[in-house]
């Protein structure tokens, strides 16, 4: 099973001055099971990929397959039970700055209709792996940027998603940290999750961790060495 | 989504915005007491009214001529009024209105049989004597009264009626007919108006007519019906005046609309985000909604007991005064007379607030997450 882009094309930064498409044509596969890695230049639209490939934008043609399944052509109300499967981590991280660690992560959660020990359990576990543990109650504000890009890992990992999209989730960290995130991704991935991974982090690229690349630039995605 | 998480979370939310909830408590529970008060008062006044005309006669006679009311002929009114079929114990009534210092009281004459107006308990008061309604005030420490009138009387206060003998004898006083008379510059021959009861209620205005051929002098002979018809429109139309009279009603509604609508934008990035983590277009609407009647359910009933209290406990009805130009007695509230006002309350005030919040969390849900994150939803 994969998570396929097929023509996909996005053309909502189209300027007046003639520029193309964000994302003009593209195509690509990702398993699941695997790690998938991302890379390019700063602008050549990353992230937007990863949005459209969660769900979280429409693209203007061709379509995001999961399985059979052409979600992008959902409507809103089947798109939104599906992004349940995924699990995002921004670029930006978008974290609610006044809510505690253990909030953020209890966010996900909340409408999966698990009872409060149950997401209590599994809020202070992902809070655990991503070295967070002791931190639970701090308001997400007072924590360093290292500490707060992993708890926007944690925030997509913590309900055990299906589809694992992360947008340069190393950024912000130290060697350690981040050789140690990349063996959770691993893991994850060994567990059968679709992992995409966004970056241009030189550490992630070295050492041949993941096979499955792709390259995007000039809007365009191609298969990497 | 389990209805427990639901509500903390809502509630965690509404403390994240502690001071825009504040303001949109404020907002809703002034406008709810504002649009209540009115309501409540309405009904008030008209059950407070309606109890008084249940004590009045069925038809009153007066002599109208070229300057107003004159004083009736008694012998000759009752004669008349008696050769009407359908009517029933006509009789004289010696009443007005006289000074009392600043105050005006309504004097009322008693003969040797006094119809309803006394308690069990009290006697009919004697020449000279008063019995005064728990509304009339006298000086400190002093049993006397003085009424001016056509004359000055200088009566000994018997005793004052109590609250419960009833709302018609608030602001009155009764005393013996022939000093009433003095005060009124009635002479013995002569009475105040005409009252007669109907064997068949549902005869009165027919009979109101006949009534009014019956008696060789002008006569303006008017019913309780009539009256009740008339006092229902005056309060009424007071009460609508009084509703305009609350603009600032008005600005509050836009402020709480303008409130939820900031509130509205600045929460869609939050909801984006949400979205994003897995929640559904329907979950964000139970919040959104939930977290509406979180804070819009407690403002409305905080809104709803401000109306009480200013109905019941302002001190000295200035609410009603200013509304209704009200200055009877002070005014009944029964519970069957609060269903209509909660009722009207609820669909003018509670039911747009729920409706505006569904139909901007509605608005909100339908987007796509990014474009609610990026702010470009709308």
Not at chain 1, 94 to 106: A, F, G, K, Q
Not at chain 1, 163 to 174: G, N, R, Y
Not at chain 2, 86 to 110: C, K, Y
Not at chain 2, 207 to 234: C, D, E, G, I, M
Request: aromatic share 6%; net charge neutral.
């Amino acid at each position: 099973m994969m998570l396929t882009c097929r023509n996909l094309t996005l053309a909502w930064h189209q300027t007046t001055s003639g520029a193309g498409p964000l994302l003009d044509a593209v195509n690509g596969s990702f398993d699941y099971g695997r790690a998938t890695l991302v890379t390019g230049p700063t602008g050549s639209g990353k992230s937007t990929l990863l949005h459209l490939m969660g769900g979280l934008l429409q693209p203007t043609s061709g379509e995001v397959v999961d399985g059979d399944d052409p979600i992008s052509r959902w409507t809103t109300d089947h798109r939104d039970r599906w992004r349940r499967k995924v699990g995002i981590c921004f670029q930006g991280l978008h974290l609610m700055p006044e809510l505690s660690v253990r909030d953020t992560l209890l966010q996900p959660m909340i409408p999966r209709n698990m009872g409060w020990q149950a997401m209590f359990d599994l809020a202070n576990g992902a809070a655990s792996r991503l070295d967070l543990a002791g931190l639970e109650e701090v308001p997400v504000q007072h924590l360093s940027g290292g500490q707060q890009q992993r708890v926007a890992i944690a925030r997509a990992m913590v309900h055990a998603p299906e589809i694992l999209l992360l947008d340069e989730p190393t950024a912000f960290q130290d060697d350690d940290h981040a050789r140690r995130l990349m063996d959770l991704f691993d893991r994850s991935a060994d567990d059968g999750v679709c992992v995409v991974i966004s970056s241009h982090d030189p550490r992630l690229r070295q050492g041949g961790r993941y096979p499955a690349r792709y390259q995007l630039s000039g809007g365009c995605l191609a298969v990497s060495a | 989504m389990r209805a427990g998480p639901l509500f903390q979370w809502s509630g965690r939310d509404l403390g994240r915005h502690r001071i825009k909830a504040a303001l949109v408590f404020l907002a809703l529970s002034t406008l709810t007491a504002m649009v209540a008060t009115v309501l409540l008062l309405n009904q008030a006044v008209a059950l407070t009214f309606g109890r008084l005309l249940d004590h009045s006669p069925a038809i009153i006679v007066r002599q109208v001529g070229g300057g107003g009311w004159l004083p009736l002929p008694a012998e000759d009114a009752l004669s008349a009024a008696r050769a009407v079929p359908g009517v029933v114990q006509p009789r004289i009534r010696i009443w007005g209105v006289v000074n009392h210092g600043d105050q005006a009281v309504t004097i009322v004459g008693l003969g040797q049989q006094p119809r309803g107006l006394l308690p069990d308990g009290f006697q009919s008061p004697g020449r000279g004597e008063a019995l005064i309604g728990p509304g009339v005030t006298t000086a400190t420490g002093e049993a006397r009264i003085l009424l001016t009138g056509q004359q000055a009387v200088d009566l000994f206060v018997r005793g004052q009626l109590p609250p419960s003998a009833g709302m018609a004898v608030h602001d009155l006083v009764l005393l013996h007919v022939d000093d009433a008379r003095t005060l009124l510059g009635l002479r013995p021959d002569q009475a105040s108006d005409l009252a007669v009861e109907v064997f068949h209620p549902e005869e009165a205005e027919s009979l109101a007519n006949v009534l009014k051929q019956a008696f060789p002098w002008p006569v303006q002979v008017t019913t309780r019906s009539a009256v009740r018809k008339a006092y229902a429109a005056h309060f009424s139309a007071r009460g609508g005046a009084g509703l305009l009279s609350f603009m600032p009603a008005l600005l509050a509604l836009v402020l709480l609309i303008v409130a939820l609508g900031a509130w509205g934008l600045q929460l869609e990035p939050d909801m984006g985000l949400m979205k994003a983590m897995g929640w559904t277009s329907g979950d964000l609407l139970r919040l959104h909604l939930t977290r509406a009647a979180l804070m819009g359910f407690p403002a409305f009933v905080a809104g709803l007991m401000g109306a009480w209290i200013l109905c019941v406990f302002a001190p000295g009805n200035w609410v009603t005064r200013f509304l209704f130009e009200w200055s009877g007695p002070p005014l009944e509230l029964s519970s069957q007379g609060l269903v209509v006002p909660l009722a009207l309350t609820t669909v003018v005030v509670f039911f747009p607030y729920l409706a505006a919040n569904f139909w901007s969390g509605w608005r909100t849900v339908q987007a796509d997450p990014m474009a609610l994150i990026q702010g470009r939803a709308r």
